[in-house]
């Protein structure tokens, strides 16, 4: 820097020289010019005063003694000035007098100079002070940086002095944050001061930081004083200022990364569409139930949900009601729950429960018939009133199990027990119904290729008018041979197939060997009758059924008039322009539709009207409580009434009993199906039981009703999945 050359600064300083006689300082301005400065001069105050305004000097060098208005008067107004108030000023002065230089520093100057010169102790001088200036420019920018930092800062920062633990600055934000201006804060400690004062974590972060010099704590909630909360990732440190210790807390706000974080926890342990627990927080809460027992020697009981018919309602009448029915199912199931139990959505139509430290077996059974009874009141989607209700199996700690998984697969196994009872039921787990779970599991694999293999085919069950006492038509059953488990029913593989997707396929495959069949028999010179296919919610509303139709009595060459298709109930349920253009491209096809399953899931009976119907078909559990049951019997009695005034006929299914058959026949109905006459049977035998079923079999059988029709002895033995 000495050897009279700024060696710090890159940009060039401007020096201010105030002299009335310039021409005396011609040796100055070399130097200052040698020394890399930019000089620019005036010649009294009045114009020193305009051009230091102009172009702001880094240093004025200044005469005291000039014509006008002196050196003093000139610094004095200088100084006076906003715009030039910081330049410094050295005087130079030919006075040596003590009162002088005192009136010097007085008028503003930081310095002053002796004339005659000495060159080189101006210079040093010179120097000096425009490093000084620097220096203090520097300063001020850092400090309006650091300010500027402060003020803008997004976190909330307050310092405080680490002896008294007074709060010495905040910043706008944590203003902001905890509704609180700097006065109501500055110079108090946050014991004086809420919301620090209840939040026990703002002592312990001065504690600490008496000892430490950095910490850092994530929750902090701090109310804002509006009634709401945040929460704060708080981080204190501590620095040396030049007289004291301050500590610097930067509270950032994390509420949204918090409520985010809540969220993401939540997500992954529920189900979003019910809002219950998944599987995940089931099993976990799972644990806990059976850790929790183990302990007391309790018991605890898992319950496996299933629901009817909710397949059907998602294909026919789509997924937004599906998922509408799933949430107000939810929503009943919480309802008969207690706190302390947990229902959860595992998938699909599939809810389990734990009823943790039951006191009795009987405790699962009340709560499971409770869940029964509110899944059978009907629920309201949209316009639908819909019937569903539910199988539930019941599975126990530590008698059936004692980890989730296997307490979990024996529920499973007991609800798959109740559905194969019928609708509406529980069952407990029993150690034989692990075989048919394993059973099950096996299938799911194994039926994803039968089609290809060759392993479906359909049998055939008889149906007869009751008028005539001629067979009256077929119906086309699908059957799974299984290369290991030989003949299943498609009561325990067609829920797989839909769940696979594959129904409509299979379905396809179904029709077109029915009606080939059908063909066939009629080439073969017997009696033509109908037969009637069954078409899964999938079949009708996936691709187009109709075409599918067509093509396929086209390729047979079956006359349509034989074709017969069997609706599941729960199509009607969805009475859109769709599902009726559907029925009624397929009626005009000149194929007959019957409602199958009739009375199991109707709510309104406004859609007999409006559908394109031939025929109904009772369903066989009424069947099977007519001559027992008044119930069943006014059932059956109204809806063969209500048939005959729409102009319907009605074909009664599952007649086992001669009595059954004479109660139809009382009754009018127009035909029955049912083991009473055959079972479902291999094709190739039809063509025998066609030539040899007669009334006179039938006749024999109601006379004293123990003699079977012709055949039937037989028939009974090959039939198949009953
Ligand atoms: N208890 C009793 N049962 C009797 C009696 N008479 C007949 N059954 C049984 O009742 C069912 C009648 O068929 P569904 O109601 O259409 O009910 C059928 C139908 O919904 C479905 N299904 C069968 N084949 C097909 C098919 O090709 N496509 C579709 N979509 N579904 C099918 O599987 C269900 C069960 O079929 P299966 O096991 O063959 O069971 C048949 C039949 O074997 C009786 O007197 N007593």
């Known amino acids: 820097m000495m050897n009279g050359a700024l060696a710090t600064e890159s940009v060039e300083r401007t020096v201010l020289i105030v002299d009335d006689n310039p021409a005396n300082l011609g040796v100055i301005v070399d130097h200052l010019e040698d020394a890399g400065l930019h000089v620019s001069v005036a010649q009294g105050g009045e114009e020193a005063l305009k051009r230091a305004q102009f172009i702001q000097p880094d240093l004025i060098l200044l005469d005291v003694m000039m014509p006008g208005i002196d050196g003093f008067e000139t610094c004095r107004r200088l100084k006076a000035n906003e715009a030039t108030r910081e330049i410094p000023v050295i005087f130079m002065t030919a006075l040596d007098d003590i009162h002088d230089k005192v009136a010097a520093f007085a008028a503003g100057g930081v310095d002053y100079v002796s004339k005659p010169f000495q060159v080189e102790e101006l210079l040093a001088r010179v120097i000096t002070h425009l490093e ?14 650091y300010r500027r930092l402060f003020e803008t800062a997004s976190d909330g920062i307050v310092l405080l002095d680490r002896e008294s633990g007074r709060i010495t600055d905040v910043n706008p934000a944590l203003s902001e944050m905890i509704n609180l201006s700097p006065s109501q804060l500055l110079g108090r400690t946050f014991g004086e001061t809420e919301p620090f004062s209840n939040n026990p974590s703002c002592k312990r972060v001065l504690d600490e930081l008496r000892h430490r010099d950095h910490v850092w704590f ?72 059976i850790a929790q027992a183990r302990r007391h020697h309790g018991q605890v009981a898992v319950l496996m949900l299933d629901l009817d018919r909710f397949k059907n309602i998602n ?9 509408e029915l799933l949430e107000q199912v939810a929503a009943r199931l919480r309802a008969c729950l207690r706190e302390s139990d947990t229902a959860a959505r595992l998938g699909g139509d599939e809810f389990a429960i734990i009823l943790p430290e039951i006191a009795s077996i009987e405790d699962a059974e009340i709560v499971a018939k409770r869940i029964l009874e509110v899944l059978q009141e009907p629920f309201h989607v949209e316009q639908h009133e ?17 980890d989730h998984g296997t307490l979990l697969r024996a529920a499973d196994a007991a609800m798959y027990d109740a559905k194969a009872q019928g609708r509406g039921m529980y069952r407990f787990f029993s150690p034989e119904l692990n075989e048919a779970a394993q059973l099950r599991h096996m299938l799911v694999n194994d039926v994803r290729h039968a089609r290809q293999r060759g392993e479906f085919l359909l049998y055939y069950q008889p149906q007869l008018s009751l008028a005539s006492h001629q067979i009256s038509g077929v119906e086309a059953l699908l059957r799974w041979d299984h290369p290991k488990h030989g003949i299943i029913s498609p009561a325990l593989f067609i829920p797989l197939l839909e769940e696979l997707g594959l129904m409509s396929d299979v379905g396809e495959w179904v029709l077109r060997t029915a009606c080939r069949q059908n063909a066939e028999w009629q080439a073969q010179g017997l009696p033509p009758m109908r037969t009637a296919v069954n078409l899964s919610a999938q079949q009708f509303y996936r691709g187009n059924i109709v075409k599918t139709v067509a093509r396929v009595l086209e390729e047979s060459g079956l006359e349509p008039k034989w074709l ?8 009607t349920l969805d009475e859109s322009e769709t599902t009726i253009e559907i029925m009624n491209g397929l009626k005009n096809l000149g194929v007959g539709l019957t409602l199958d399953d009739f009375g199991t899931g109707w709510s309104s009976l406004s859609y007999l009207r409006r559908f394109p119907l031939d025929r109904i078909k ?20 109204s809806i063969l009434n209500l048939a005959q005034s729409l102009g319907l006929t009605c074909i009664a299914e599952g007649v086992e009993t001669a009595e059954q058959l004479q109660y139809l026949k009382q009754q009018l109905c127009s035909e029955m199906q049912g083991f009473f006459f055959s ?10 039981l066609l030539r040899a079923a007669t009334l006179a079999g039938l006749s024999s059988a109601e006379s004293d009703g123990t003699v079977a029709p012709p055949g039937a002895a037989t028939l009974a033995k090959s039939a198949m999945g009953k």
């Not at 204190?236 to 974080?261: F, M």
């Not at 009772?618 to 027992?628: E, K, P």
């Not at 079972?679 to 025998?688: F, K």
């Open 132 to 145: 000084l200036r620097s220096a203090r420019q520097r300063l001020i920018e850092s400090e309006l940086r």
């Open 218 to 289: 994530e929750d902090w909630i701090l109310e804002t004083g509006r009634g709401t909360s945040v929460n704060v990732e708080v981080n204190g440190s501590v620095y040396k200022a030049a007289t004291t210790t301050v500590i610097q807390c930067n509270l950032r706000d994390i509420t949204d990364r918090k409520e985010a974080e809540a969220r993401i926890r939540y997500m992954a342990l529920h189900d979003a569409l019910t809002g219950l627990p998944n599987r995940t927080l089931f099993e976990d809460r799972l644990d806990n139930a």
């Open 315 to 323: 294909d026919s009448l789509g997924h937004h009601v599906g998922d």
């Open 386 to 402: 819909l019937n569903i209700g539910g199988s539930i199996g019941i599975a126990r700690y530590p008698d059936d199990g004692t």
């Open 564 to 571: 017969e298709l069997e609706l599941t109930e729960t199509l």
């Open 618 to 637: 009772i369903d066989r559990s009424f069947m099977r409580d007519v001559t027992t049951h008044e119930n069943a019997a006014a059932v059956v009695h």
């Open 679 to 688: 079972h479902p049977l291999p094709a190739a035998e039809m063509p025998t």
